[in-house]
């Protein structure tokens, strides 16, 4: 009896296993074929996308997974690692781009139409969606029996372990635009969201401290209450680091006119290359001379001009 | 424009910050929110273990109110670290604009937590074991002193605008 359990869960293990090691596996083909055409594939997409593979294996395969039925904080560690970490980095590798970059240009075309015109992707890509999938998903994993019945049921396990990762990586990307993202929402939305989801996830963690879930000792729940509380706090600042610095980088300034230095413009010229048309004609209007240059000049023409501030 | 070079001497420097100066409070104020909740968490509650991870007494919605300025708080200080990084590329800093909106930020979420979260909704007291009151009174009092001088910066700063 003994000796079945644990060949089952180890069969269990390596079924969770075989898709992430396929995904690595074609991740690499397709970043060795597309070089051979394409500009290099940059290193660090595959970096995360290594880091990402590795973070899903280590919850579903291993010490962590094996322990992971008995003690509620290794679940925990397990659901950081899957549900979390794993998304973000295997978002960070932009596989879609890749995937799109790899197969051959009417392919990619016609793929390009398929998921720009996709309803459910539109639907589950939606941040609010995504959030209550992935957050109200966790809710009624921990507030109902179903934790205690996915130990008792291997079905349950994949389907939950299945949810619990492509939850996470839709929730990943409904936040941040790293690969291909046909529909978007603004960056003050996709903010107002993620506080929302951060706010559902922590109190889901407090709650379980107080109100563990059927089964679970006490002691296990605190620390796993904890474990859920800080880890997701530390993934999710990653997270948040990325999407106001793609604010940053997009808000750059642009050099506009003398009468107000720096300013934002919403409305401008851009030829079909992105070259700003009115900020070439204005480099050309003032050559040699920066805006900055020309204000502390006219400063400079002032104090000549003017005895006392040249004393001082 | 050429008074304004010689009234103030950063004026020079940050041009632009006349025509940020929304931006240089709600910078200031998001800042202060963060930085009250990061004091909370790290010093009253890591570092002198003077209250705790979860209350049994917490009611439900104390548990919300802690989630949601929890999450908001310290979005709310790396946002802020992003909008502070573009008033400067934009040379639109006000430091004195933006110290006002951290003290009032800061003083705003400091009355919120000491008044509705720990008395009305029972969150959890400042510190357990003693008498309370001379704690409860000096977390108050400061907040109330927060606000004040904040708004008294942002109200000087609002009247340069105009000027």
Known sequence: ?312 | MTNSISDSSDFKQNPNKKAYAKQNMWTGILFGLGIVAFIDEVVFHQLLHWHHFYDKSTTDIGLVSDGLFHAFSFIATIGASFLLADLHRRHAFWLKRWVGGILLGAGVFQLYDGIIQHKWMGLHQIRYGVDILPYDLVWNILAALMILIGAILIQQTNHKKEG
Not at chain 1, 78 to 100: E, F, S
Not at chain 1, 162 to 174: D, K, M, N, P
Not at chain 1, 290 to 296: A, K, M, P, T, W
């Open chain 1, 1 to 312: 009896m003994h000796t079945h359990e644990q060949y089952s869960a180890a069969t269990l293990q390596i079924f969770l296993a075989i898709p992430f090691i396929l995904l690595f596996v074609i991740y690499i083909l397709a970043v060795v074929l597309s070089n051979r055409k394409k500009k290099t594939w940059p290193g660090y997409r595959m970096v995360a996308w290594s880091f990402g593979i590795l973070c899903a294996l280590l919850s579903l395969v291993g010490p962590i997974a094996d322990l992971s039925h008995t003690d509620f904080s290794a679940h925990m560690i397990g659901h950081v690692l899957l549900g979390m970490l794993a998304p973000l980095l295997l978002a960070l590798g932009a596989p879609v781009t890749l995937l799109l970059r790899t197969i051959r240009i009417p392919t990619a075309r016609k793929l390009t139409k398929i998921l720009r015109n996709s309803r459910p992707l539109h639907l589950v890509q939606h941040p609010v969606v995504a959030s209550i999938l992935n957050i109200g998903g966790l809710w009624v994993l921990y507030t109902t029996d179903l934790f205690l019945m996915m130990h008792e049921n291997m079905l349950l396990y994949v389907i939950i372990h299945a949810h619990i990762f492509l939850a996470g990586y839709v929730f990943t990307i409904s936040i941040i635009y790293v690969d291909v993202t046909p529909f978007r929402k603004s960056y003050l939305y996709r903010t107002v969201v993620f506080v929302l989801a951060l706010a559902g996830h922590s109190v889901l963690s407090k709650y379980i401290y107080g109100n563990p879930p059927t089964g679970v000792p006490s002691d296990q729940a605190e620390l796993g209450s904890m474990i859920m509380y800080y880890g997701g706090d530390t993934v999710e600042v990653g997270l948040l680091i990325i999407l106001f610095y793609q604010w940053y980088k997009k808000s750059r300034p642009t050099f506009n006119n003398g009468k107000e230095g720096f300013a934002i413009s919403n409305n401008k010229k851009f030829t079909v290359a992105g070259t700003d048309i009115e900020e070439v004609k204005r480099l050309n209007a003032n050559a040699g001379m920066s805006y900055r240059e020309i204000n502390e000049w006219f400063a400079k023409q002032q104090s000549k001009a003017d005895p006392l501030t040249k004393k001082t």
